[in-house]
């Protein structure tokens, strides 16, 4: 019965503020409503409800997206970068993205839109506003309440700062909406905040969650798909490196200080003793979820009921994994990727035109061809042979109806911040340093753990460019479909040798940051398009 009145009042919540942002103003449309703000915030329960209704509305954003669907956190992170993996023609003009061209209409609809964004912020700003007026009385069954609101409040913060860190590299400037109003009607309309502002406030609330929250979980059943002290110097870690070299994008010089942070975030996750590397005779298990090297996931666990048809691996899979779709999926990996990111090199020989001896020679070359010997390949590819392989990295599917195979679900978490991730940022932050040496060994640990050829190990010799290229290539096997990459490619620069849309002139116009859906004007006379994208929509 608890668990029925818990649910209850989470709905009620999630009720409320899914209505708000639908739009009299730019973010909300109706007050919430007095007498069950007065009947709400009055136990341990009603705080855990907020919370987990906080979660759920970043839940939603990450998976939301069109109606085929197709979730943004991955459009935005890696479709983008069309090197990676090719959206067919569907209708939706999804395709269109892949190319440069986020103004189709579809796509402004529906990825260009940053509502689903405010209603997670507004949850945290609610929470982080009511939570300290809760009298400790009222919190009878928890041990210490003081602390228990502790680290509601981070959590809090953790979100709001993850929420706002997601918008900014989507969008640049936003607005900042950090107060929970009262009355909505007529809270004021606001403009977009510079990214220099956003930054700060997403530091501020990350600095805020890491002082509040312990690295150890209160429950077990919040174990990485809840915010902990390492969850957020991950977030750090990333906000650093991203702040460090993309607050002037006409600067190839990262900010140091702001590098030598995120190294201090990472070593943090790293001393704490939390996390190891999954074995890879287990590497699936990475990416089913809650293994040793999750650092903060998304729960998407059928076991929980939380399995979703709107996974990334619903655009990939065909009907040898998931039996209610056919044998041409929507997405497909390029054979260049595969080609570019798993190799080996070999000696060939053949006859050659000596053009100073005027003369052909017999000799052996350096020749790069394809390798399959990485477990990341084996592993996450499928029909290689064919012209459109297949990603099956996430392929934990469930059946509601398991008689008849109908009705999947595909229950592996979002994976969102995880150990190899941030061991591999320690070679982009090496290489910031000067410190060639080090990345190379970083990068060919990663290969030698996973069983690439030796012969595509990084050698000692490489310059600092070379090495940065080969981080990108070996971030590209590990954290493929991770919703990393094309951030990965804007930090480091190396966008040029990937993405093929992305003109260094665009790149310094800020051309990578995405249109606003130009029906947020509507109710906002003080916001304005992001500039490279004014008289282009």
């Known amino acids: 019965m608890k668990r029925i009145i818990l649910n209850y009042k989470l709905a009620i919540l999630l009720i409320v503020v899914f209505s708000l942002g639908s739009c009299k103003k730019f973010l909300v449309e109706e007050p919430i409503n007095s007498t069950f703000s007065e009947a709400y915030w009055k136990s341990a329960g009603d705080l855990r409800s907020a919370l987990a209704g906080n979660y759920a509305l970043v839940r939603n954003v990450m998976n939301s997206g069109n109606w085929n669907p197709s979730p943004r956190y991955f459009m935005y992170g890696d479709a983008v970068a069309k090197n990676y993996f090719t959206i067919q023609?569907?209708?939706?003009?999804?395709?269109?993205?892949?190319?440069?061209?986020?103004?189709?209409?579809?796509?402004?609809?529906?990825?260009?839109?940053?509502?689903?964004?405010?209603?997670?912020?507004?949850?945290?700003?609610?929470?982080?506003?009511?939570?300290?007026?809760?009298?400790?009385?009222?919190?009878?069954?928890?041990?210490?309440?003081?602390?228990?609101?502790?680290?509601?409040?981070?959590?809090?913060?953790?979100?709001?700062?993850?929420?706002?860190?997601?918008?900014?590299?989507?969008w640049g400037d936003v607005p900042l909406v950090t107060e929970e109003y009262e009355d909505p009607i007529s809270a004021p309309e606001l403009a977009r905040s510079s990214k220099k502002d956003v930054m700060v406030q997403i530091e501020k609330d990350a600095i805020a969650a890491r002082d509040l929250l312990p690295w150890q979980y209160s429950a077990l059943g919040n174990a990485k798909v809840t915010a902990n002290k390492g969850a957020v110097n991950a977030l750090l870690a990333h906000f650093y490196l991203w702040k460090a070299t993309m607050s002037d994008v006409n600067s190839n010089q990262p900010d140091a200080d702001a590098v030598e942070k995120a190294d201090k975030a990472i070593d943090e996750i790293i001393s704490s003793g939390m996390y190891s590397l999954t074995d890879t005779a287990n590497y699936y298990k990475t990416f089913e979820g809650l293994s040793s090297e999750g650092i903060f996931e998304i729960s998407m666990s059928e076991n929980n009921r939380e399995g979703t048809n709107h996974h990334i691996a619903n655009l990939f899979?065909?009907?040898?994994?998931?039996?209610?779709?056919?044998?041409?999926?929507?997405?497909?990996?390029?054979?260049?990727?595969?080609?570019?990111?798993?190799?080996?090199?070999?000696?060939?020989?053949?006859?050659?035109?000596?053009?100073?001896?005027?003369?052909?020679?017999?000799?052996?070359?350096?020749?790069?061809?394809?390798?399959?010997?990485?477990?990341?390949?084996?592993?996450?590819?499928?029909?290689?042979?064919?012209?459109?392989?297949?990603?099956?990295?996430?392929?934990?599917?469930f059946y509601r109806n398991a008689t008849q195979k109908l009705d999947p679900y595909v229950s592996n978490n979002l994976i969102v911040y995880r150990l190899s991730d941030m061991r591999l940022l320690k070679a982009e932050i090496a290489l910031y340093k000067n410190q060639v040496s080090t990345a190379i060994n970083i990068i060919n640990d990663f290969r030698e753990r996973n069983g690439a050829d030796e012969s595509s190990f990084v050698n000692d010799s490489s310059t600092k460019e070379e090495v940065m290229y080969e981080y990108i290539v070996e971030r590209g096997k590990e954290l493929y479909l991770e919703g990393q990459i094309f951030y990965d490619l804007l930090r480091t620069r190396q966008y040029s040798n990937f993405v093929p849309w992305l003109s260094e002139s665009r790149f310094r116009q800020e051309g990578f940051y995405w249109p606003i859906n130009p029906a947020l004007f509507k109710n906002n006379n003080k916001l304005i398009q992001t500039s490279f994208w004014r008289g282009k929509v």
């Open 89 to 170: 023609y569907s209708g939706d003009g999804l395709e269109g993205i892949q190319d440069g061209d986020f103004t189709f209409q579809y796509n402004l609809q529906y990825f260009a839109d940053w509502t689903n964004f405010y209603k997670a912020v507004t949850m945290s700003n609610i929470i982080i506003n009511r939570v300290p007026k809760v009298s400790d009385e009222l919190l009878t069954d928890v041990t210490s309440p003081s602390k228990f609101k502790n680290e509601i409040l981070g959590e809090a913060y953790f979100l709001r700062a993850f929420t706002y860190f997601m918008m900014l590299r989507v």
């Open 317 to 397: 899979l065909r009907t040898a994994q998931l039996s209610t779709v056919g044998t041409n999926s929507r997405c497909y990996v390029p054979q260049d990727y595969l080609s570019n990111h798993f190799y080996k090199i070999e000696e060939i020989w053949d006859w050659y035109w000596n053009a100073s001896l005027n003369q052909w020679e017999w000799k052996s070359m350096p020749s790069r061809s394809f390798d399959d010997s990485d477990i990341r390949c084996r592993r996450n590819f499928t029909d290689l042979d064919s012209d459109k392989p297949t990603c099956v990295k996430y392929q934990k599917v």
